[in-house]
């Protein structure tokens, strides 16, 4: 259909989303979704040219709605709107009023949202701990854990400054424009308030629905916050991670090797060496615990500024001469999230 044409305020424009089909060649499209409030209805656009996703979020915020043209409508549902490279947004004058149309972004669909990228979303503060100073690359900032949850599921927040007193335990918020991290060990989801991003939280209302039930809570709600001391390091190992997803180097003896998570073929000697320990642990009550200890939480526990390499050396007498800390770790993996003096 040539020259076909659209008139739509744009709602919702989410982040980049990827998804990937198994057929005979595994294939991963990126694309993103939106809102398209025509006069007469509202439609689901889908947009498989992430290059465009700054020009569609400009025009989410205007208040004149947009001309839509070199489009396809879906051949399934005859509504849907697919555009590509090749679509060409123009400003229209007002023509029907622009309408309030709710989010469509849930806990439940981040898995498809690619790293680093900025979401907006309604949840319900459930769980808030571990309020501690980190050395970060802007000089020491204070932080807070917390757990959130929709109807749909739920994922660690990270509070920064200013925004750890905007919100209790209890009460529901709509938050805009969070940053969206993944684990670099564990590949697990949490989003935490960025620095100069426009980053806001507005209490709301309760959610009517029921909401997501603890079995669908992440693994950080099996966090053990213990008064223990370091009695003895068991192993101390340094590898490499991968340049692009930060993943575990298998094979490092070789010139150039090959990522068997991402697929990169890549030059060891431009890999990022980072290190773990296992440490042997004795909680308050006698017992000791085997636990492992990445990198991160080894140079906070020591206090050192961030990124200063880790030897052996550093790391045993550090962590042997501490007196006892405030130590949580997972109760499954038995990996450290945090040392914290008392
Ligand atoms: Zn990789």
């Excluded at 692009?244 to 090797?257: E, H, M, N």
């Excluded at 042997?280 to 000791?288: M, P």
Aim: proline fraction near 5%.
């Amino acid at each position: 259909m040539p020259n076909q044409n659209l008139i739509a305020y744009v709602h919702n424009v989410t982040p980049v989303l990827s998804s990937t089909s198994t057929g005979a060649k595994t294939a991963t499209s990126k694309y993103f979704e939106m809102q398209l409030q025509t006069k007469d209805d509202v439609r689901r656009g889908v947009c498989f040219s992430p290059a465009k996703l700054s020009e569609f979020q400009s025009v989410e915020s205007k208040t004149s709605p947009v001309k839509l043209i070199n489009y396809d409508i879906d051949k399934i549902d005859n509504k849907s709107v697919l555009m590509g490279a090749r679509v060409k947004l123009f400003e229209m004058p007002v023509s029907f009023p622009k309408a309030t149309l709710k989010s469509n972004i849930t806990l439940g669909s981040l898995s498809a949202v690619a790293d680093n990228q900025l979401i907006s979303l309604d949840a319900k503060v459930v769980k808030l701990q571990g309020r501690k100073k980190v050395n970060t690359r802007y000089g020491l900032k204070e932080k807070i854990t917390g757990f959130i949850v929709d109807p749909h599921g739920a994922i660690t927040i990270e509070l920064w400054e200013d925004f750890i007193p905007q919100v209790e335990e209890g009460g529901t918020y709509t938050f805009k424009n969070l940053r969206l991290h993944k684990n670099q060990y564990n590949g697990s989801l949490f989003v935490g308030t960025p620095v100069g991003c426009n980053c806001t939280i507005t209490p709301r209302e309760d959610f009517s629905q029921p909401l997501a039930t603890p079995t669908d809570l992440p693994d950080t709600f099996l966090t053990k916050t213990t008064q223990a001391e370091f009695i003895g390091i068991k192993t101390f190992a340094l590898y490499y991670t991968c340049f692009k997803c930060k993943s575990k180097i298998t094979d490092s003896t070789q010139v150039i090797t090959k990522c068997t998570k991402c697929g990169l073929t890549q030059k060891v000697e431009k890999c990022k060496k980072t290190c773990y320990i296992q440490a042997f642990i004795e909680e308050e009550d006698d017992a000791c615990v085997t636990v492992t200890i990445f990198q991160d939480v080894l140079s906070e526990a020591l206090r050192l500024p961030h990124g200063q390499p880790l030897t052996e050396d550093i790391i045993t007498s550090g962590l042997l001469s501490l007196p006892r800390q405030n130590i949580s770790y997972n109760r499954k993996t038995k990996v450290v999230s945090s040392v914290q003096s008392l």
